[in-house]
């Protein structure tokens, strides 16, 4: 059963287009992992300050395992400098999917 992580990231809006960078090379990262099955990065209109990375993992097991490895400590690295915030992270389970 696969999983999706919602990561809430809250960026400076002063860093613009260098945070957005770093949070899409950190996805990068994550995608990498061969647990990962899929990244999507979305920014926010009307909360440019917020972006939403949509991870799909094999389970959650994967992503705890992810979490402990090194690929995850290049990822924290890569964003750090531009968080704003501490960044939220939920867990769901699709339900369906509609086309």
């Known amino acids: ?3 999706l992580e ?3 990231i809250p960026v400076s809006t002063d860093a613009g ?20 099955r899929g990244v999507t990065v979305v920014q926010g209109v009307e909360e440019p300050d ?21 690929t995850y400590r290049q990822y924290r690295a890569t964003i750090q400098d531009h968080l ?3 960044p939220a992270f939920s867990h769901f389970e699709t339900l369906a999917q509609l086309t």
């Open 6 to 8: 919602i990561a809430v």
């Open 17 to 36: 287009v260098q945070a957005a960078h770093a949070i899409v090379t950190g996805a990068e990262l994550v995608n990498s992992d061969h647990r990962c």
């Open 50 to 70: 917020k972006i939403i990375l949509l991870i799909e993992w094999a389970s959650i097991e994967a992503h705890h395992a992810f979490r402990d490895g090194n």
């Open 84 to 86: 704003s915030g501490t």
């Open 1 to 3: 059963m696969t999983v």
